[in-house]
């Protein structure tokens, strides 16, 4: 497709159950990836794939926090036993290459972890 | 220290004024530089994008890298209400990678 797609656009959680996000890249993009936005504030790192690889997962919180990118398929971000804190927008993005090409972004998916 | 310094504002400022949004960074190694306007929930939207030092010019907006100083500037001219958004500086290195964005300057333009 022409964008970054992400579904749902809202999900809501009680404290401990599982979380799963969905991205699928703009088509020709080889490069994915996971930010999170706690409220207002900056834009926190996740993880990136090129292709179905994990290209740099500094940002994992590994305990609870998974992510794939399988052929022929969304990209999926998924939070085990979740918590408050994990309440946020997660955006997904993707980019062309990966030294120059410039990050273009999903709308988002809205946790809200009760 | 984070490595990218922008402030949060909010910057409120009459419609036609000229905007001037600036981030500085710590990290000699970034060398792609980008802009996004994020309004209210929805999704970061690349407005500029620029390589090393140098002036970029789309339209009502110029974005300036100047690397020897770890400074880049975004200027809106003739500013409009719909420019009323969160303008986020965000750059990278050339081994590519993610993105380090600013905080994120909240910006309101008044009729």
């Known amino acids: 497709g022409e964008e970054v797609a992400q579904t749902p656009k809202h999900l809501v959680r009680g404290e401990g159950q599982k979380a799963k996000l969905y991205c699928a890249p703009i088509?020709?993009?080889?490069?994915v990836f996971w930010y999170q936005q706690v409220l207002k504030n900056e834009f926190k790192f996740l993880i990136s794939f090129q292709n179905e690889n994990v290209f740099d997962e500094t940002g994992m919180p590994k305990e609870r926090f998974s992510a794939k990118c399988l052929p022929n398929s969304p990209c999926s971000l998924e939070i085990q036993a979740t918590k408050l804190e994990d309440s946020a927008v997660y955006f997904c993005?993707?980019?062309?290459?990966?030294?120059?090409?410039?990050?273009?972004f999903g709308e988002g998916s809205r946790l809200t972890v009760l | 220290q984070k490595e990218v310094e922008q402030d949060p504002g909010p910057l409120s400022v009459p419609e036609g004024a000229i905007v001037s949004l600036n981030c500085t960074y710590s990290n000699s190694a970034f060398q792609y530089f980008m802009w996004y306007r994020q309004y209210s929930r929805k999704g970061p939207e690349l407005l500029m994008y620029t390589y090393s030092s140098g002036n970029k010019e789309d339209g009502r907006f110029t974005a300036q890298v100047d690397k020897s100083s770890k400074y880049i500037s975004l200027f809106i001219r003739d500013s409009q209400p719909s420019d009323s958004a969160t303008y986020l500086c965000a750059m990278r290195g050339n081994q590519g990678g993610k993105l380090i964005f600013g905080q994120g300057t909240e910006l309101s333009v008044k009729p």
């Open positions: 993005a993707s980019s062309q290459s990966q030294g120059t090409g410039e990050l273009f």
């Open positions: 088509k020709g993009h080889s490069y």
